[in-house]
């Protein structure tokens, strides 16, 4: 696991090696093991690589990047695992490749030079790269088949510069940025920015399952190498319990394979169905307690699932590491976490996620972890709350509209408690046309309520009326299944743009790798066409994933409601949080935006703070905002 970065020149403006040593300085937490920089010519333009490395697979000298071969023709800077090296190695020996090290990354390069992009589809693992032949000046930067690992990148016509984090690539860039409006607009929306957008104009984020060719002479367009199986390609009429089979024993075999390393692994044991799942397969496949690590909060049982995680670590004998936190620990790590990301990103969620890595990094180098699964299963509340609404369009109107819902926009809601947070789910329910399944989805996902739209300037308004950019991202028929066409929605953007994303920033800022087996390319291939009713039937989330478990897994564990790995913002905002908020938001940071209505923020944040309505989301999103542009000068 390492930390890439480069620059590939199509004129002759120089590569400086002092921008390469310092891009290598500020990733150094990505790759605290070593460094390299390679500075040379490809086909007769400058360029220069840089890595830092985070030494899981081969831990000596042997690993070192960026790796040459052939006497420096062909180079590979290359961040992420791929599991099933082993086999690519014997395979590649038979062409007659011999190899120096024991590490994946030597396997990686002699595929490239081999097979070119096409070794990309041979891959069964986690990836971003960049591949260089120094004798033509082509080559390609790639990224894995579900975005689990970063990689942006400058489309300019002089250089491209690429790197795996923003606060290292636009060290590379010259001058101001310009914020692109339509991305801001997103995230106000989702609390994230979705590929192929980032917050500036002149970043790109390479999609997941692409590829990126570059000649001496620039850039072309990025190239899928894969793509999701669309739902309906699996034999509908297959036998469910021999599915259910057929899925752990897959979730199995990626769990196995995530096994492999140099270092100490463990895995996060958040009490949830699917990091107990992984848990329980890694135990059945380790010959030694498996490390495990779960955090909880001391000062309100609303978000702590810490009895449950101890429930799976008793079951499955694991060496079982657990800490309660307080207020005060999540709250210290607020503005270093805030100040590192880059770009706005509002998942606040991240805080946990970094602690629980901190907390996990002083025992083991890998952990595993089980995202990927309520996208890919159906976890979360918003699919199961298509049946519920599909019965409340069934009520009389006159009881909907004169009674439920003057109701529910009178009574208070927060995430505080669980009936108060019901109330904000129910009302969360009424945003949207309820005989619209994808455009009730869509205004469940955002963070911008209806009534908190007043936020958006008239010149934000008109840029959704002209053009909706998250209406504009649906996947699929709109006539076919509608829940896997939510599914694939939310594989596709929510879970790169969003959890991956999160995962990836909060465990690499802690030199902690962490491994996906939910999102192994066979359980993928073999689950996403499935029929929806095998992932979402009859008011039940991850139905498949459930049954397939059922012999495994406490029922303790099997029938609990799905619990966010959450802190609370919301309560945040209204005590602690105020005076930074207060500081942070003002006339002077949001105005130069152009988008977003100040007056308008401040109303809604009273509202927040009285409980007349529960914008916490919204807020700490326009929180990040404001503290980022400062700290940057964006704007």
Same mark, same amino acid.
């Given at each position: 696991?390492?930390?890439?970065?480069?620059?590939?020149?199509?004129?002759?403006?120089?590569?400086?090696?002092?921008?390469?040593?310092?891009?290598?300085?500020?990733?150094?937490?990505?790759?605290?093991? #070593?460094?390299?920089?390679?500075?040379?010519?490809?086909?007769?333009?400058?360029?220069?690589?840089?890595?830092?490395?985070?030494?899981?697979? =081969?831990?000596?000298?042997?690993?070192?990047?960026?790796?040459?071969?052939?006497?420096?023709?062909?180079?590979?800077?290359?961040?992420?695992?791929?599991?099933?090296?082993?086999?690519?190695?014997?395979?590649?020996?038979?062409?007659?490749?011999?190899? #120096?090290?024991?590490?994946?990354?030597?396997?990686?390069?002699?595929?490239?030079?081999?097979?070119?992009?096409?070794?990309?589809?041979?891959?069964?693992?986690?990836?971003?790269?960049?591949?260089?032949?120094?004798?033509?000046?082509?080559?390609?930067?790639?990224?894995?088949?579900?975005?689990?690992?970063?990689?942006?990148?400058?489309?300019?016509?002089?250089?491209?510069?690429?790197?795996?984090?923003?606060?290292?690539?636009?060290?590379?860039?010259?001058?101001?940025?310009?914020? =692109?409006?339509?991305?801001?607009?997103?995230?106000?929306?989702?609390?994230?920015?979705?590929?192929?957008?980032?917050?500036?104009?002149?970043?790109?984020?390479?999609?997941?399952?692409?590829?990126?060719?570059?000649?001496?002479?620039?850039?072309?367009?990025?190239?899928?190498?894969?793509?999701?199986?669309?739902?309906?390609?699996?034999?509908?009429?297959?036998?469910?319990?021999?599915?259910?089979?057929?899925?752990? #024993?897959?979730?199995?075999r990626a769990t196995a394979d995530r096994r492999l390393a140099d270092v100490p692994v463990g895995a996060?044991?958040?009490?949830?169905?699917?990091?107990?799942?992984?848990?329980?397969?890694?135990?059945?496949?380790?010959?030694?307690?498996?490390?495990?690590?779960?955090?909880?909060?001391?000062?309100?049982?609303?978000?702590?699932?810490?009895?449950?995680?101890?429930?799976?670590?008793?079951?499955?004998?694991?060496?079982?590491?657990?800490?309660?936190?307080?207020? =005060?620990?999540?709250?210290?790590?607020?503005?270093?976490?805030?100040?590192?990301?880059?770009?706005?990103?509002?998942?606040?969620?991240?805080?946990?996620?970094?602690?629980?890595?901190?907390?996990?990094?002083?025992?083991?180098?890998?952990?595993?972890?089980?995202?990927?699964?309520?996208?890919?299963?159906?976890?979360?509340?918003?699919?199961?709350?298509?049946?519920?609404?599909?019965?409340?369009?069934?009520?009389?109107?006159?009881?909907?509209?004169?009674?439920?819902?003057?109701?529910?926009?009178?009574?208070?809601?927060?995430?505080?408690?669980?009936?108060?947070?019901?109330?904000?789910?129910?009302?969360?329910?009424?945003?949207?046309?309820?005989?619209?399944?994808?455009?009730?989805?869509?205004?469940?996902?955002?963070?911008?309520?209806?009534?908190?739209?007043?936020?958006?300037?008239?010149?934000?308004?008109?840029?959704?009326?002209?053009?909706?950019?998250?209406?504009?991202?649906?996947?699929?028929?709109?006539?076919?299944?509608?829940?896997?066409?939510?599914?694939?929605?939310?594989?596709?953007?929510?879970?790169?743009?969003?959890?991956?994303?999160?995962?990836?920033?909060?465990?690499?800022?802690?030199?902690?790798?962490?491994?996906?087996?939910?999102?192994?390319?066979?359980?993928?291939?073999?689950?996403?066409?499935?029929?929806?009713?095998?992932?979402?039937?009859?008011?039940?989330?991850?139905?498949?994933?459930?049954?397939?478990?059922?012999?495994?897994?406490?029922?303790?564990?099997?029938?609990?409601?799905?619990?966010?790995?959450?802190?609370?913002?919301?309560?945040?905002?209204?005590?602690?949080?105020?005076?930074?908020?207060? #500081?942070?938001?003002?006339?002077?940071?949001?105005?130069?935006?152009?988008?977003?209505?100040?007056?308008?923020?401040?109303?809604?944040?009273?509202?927040?703070?009285?409980?007349?309505?529960?914008?916490?989301?919204?807020?700490?999103?326009?929180?990040?905002?404001?503290?980022?542009?400062?700290?940057?000068?964006?704007?």
């Amino acid at each position: 696991m390492c930390g890439i970065a480069g620059i590939i020149g199509f004129a002759d403006q120089p590569v400086e090696e002092g921008a390469l040593q310092a891009a290598c300085a500020a990733m150094r937490h990505r790759g605290p093991d #070593d460094s390299g920089v390679w500075l040379g010519r490809a086909g007769g333009r400058p360029a220069g690589l840089a890595a830092v490395r985070l030494a899981v697979q =081969d831990p000596t000298p042997a690993g070192h990047q960026p790796m040459t071969r052939d006497d420096g023709r062909y180079v590979l800077v290359f961040n992420g695992e791929v599991y099933n090296f082993p086999q690519l190695r014997r395979e590649l020996a038979q062409f007659g490749e011999r190899f #120096d090290s024991r590490c994946d990354t030597e396997v990686v390069l002699a595929a490239c030079m081999r097979w070119g992009p096409d070794a990309l589809k041979r891959f069964n693992g986690m990836w971003a790269l960049a591949f260089l032949d120094t004798q033509t000046g082509s080559g390609f930067l790639a990224r894995d088949r579900f975005g689990i690992k970063p990689l942006l990148y400058t489309p300019g016509a002089g250089r491209c510069c690429f790197a795996s984090e923003m606060r290292t690539l636009r060290a590379f860039v010259d001058g101001s940025a310009k914020i =692109d409006d339509e991305a801001l607009l997103h995230y106000l929306r989702l609390g994230y920015i979705a590929h192929p957008q980032t917050i500036y104009a002149d970043v790109r984020r390479l999609p997941p399952g692409c590829w990126l060719p570059f000649s001496r002479d620039g850039i072309g367009e990025a190239k899928r190498y894969y793509e999701v199986p669309p739902p309906g390609a699996a034999d509908e009429a297959g036998d469910y319990v021999a599915v259910c089979a057929r899925t752990r #024993d897959l979730i199995f075999r990626a769990t196995a394979d995530r096994r492999l390393a140099d270092v100490p692994v463990g895995a996060f044991l958040s009490g949830g169905l699917d990091s107990s799942i992984v848990v329980a397969h890694l135990a059945s496949c380790s010959t030694s307690p498996v490390k495990t690590f779960s955090i909880g909060y001391a000062e309100h049982g609303v978000y702590d699932e810490t009895r449950y995680a101890r429930l799976v670590a008793d079951r499955f004998g694991t060496d079982h590491h657990e800490i309660k936190l307080t207020y =005060d620990d999540v709250l210290a790590v607020l503005l270093p976490m805030i100040d590192h990301l880059g770009e706005p990103f509002a998942d606040s969620s991240i805080l946990p996620t970094a602690l629980v890595s901190e907390f996990a990094r002083r025992n083991v180098t890998v952990a595993l972890s089980g995202d990927g699964g309520d996208e890919l299963f159906g976890g979360y509340w918003r699919y199961l709350a298509h049946d519920a609404m599909n019965t409340y369009a069934r009520l009389p109107g006159w009881l909907r509209a004169g009674l439920i819902e003057p109701i529910l926009a009178r009574a208070p809601s927060s995430k505080a408690t669980a009936w108060r947070n019901r109330l904000r789910q129910f009302r969360k329910l009424l945003r949207a046309p309820v005989n619209d399944a994808w455009q009730r989805h869509l205004a469940w996902s955002e963070i911008l309520s209806p009534e908190a739209r007043s936020i958006l300037s008239p010149t934000a308004r008109q840029m959704l009326a002209a053009n909706d950019p998250v209406l504009d991202r649906s996947t699929g028929p709109a006539d076919g299944d509608a829940i896997n066409r939510i599914l694939a929605f939310d594989l596709h953007y929510g879970l790169p743009g969003d959890m991956l994303h999160k995962v990836d920033l909060a465990s690499m800022y802690h030199s902690l790798e962490v491994r996906v087996p939910l999102l192994d390319v066979g359980v993928v291939d073999a689950v996403a066409p499935l029929p929806s009713r095998f992932k979402v039937h009859r008011g039940r989330g991850k139905r498949l994933l459930i049954d397939a478990h059922r012999s495994m897994l406490p029922e303790a564990i099997l029938h609990r409601p799905k619990q966010g790995f959450e802190v609370p913002i919301g309560e945040f905002l209204r005590g602690p949080l105020r005076g930074l908020f207060r #500081d942070t938001v003002t006339r002077r940071t949001v105005e130069p935006f152009g988008l977003i209505d100040f007056d308008a923020v401040q109303r809604i944040y009273a509202e927040h703070c009285d409980q007349r309505g529960e914008h916490a989301d919204l807020l700490y999103a326009l929180m990040v905002l404001c503290r980022w542009a400062e700290q940057t000068r964006a704007v």
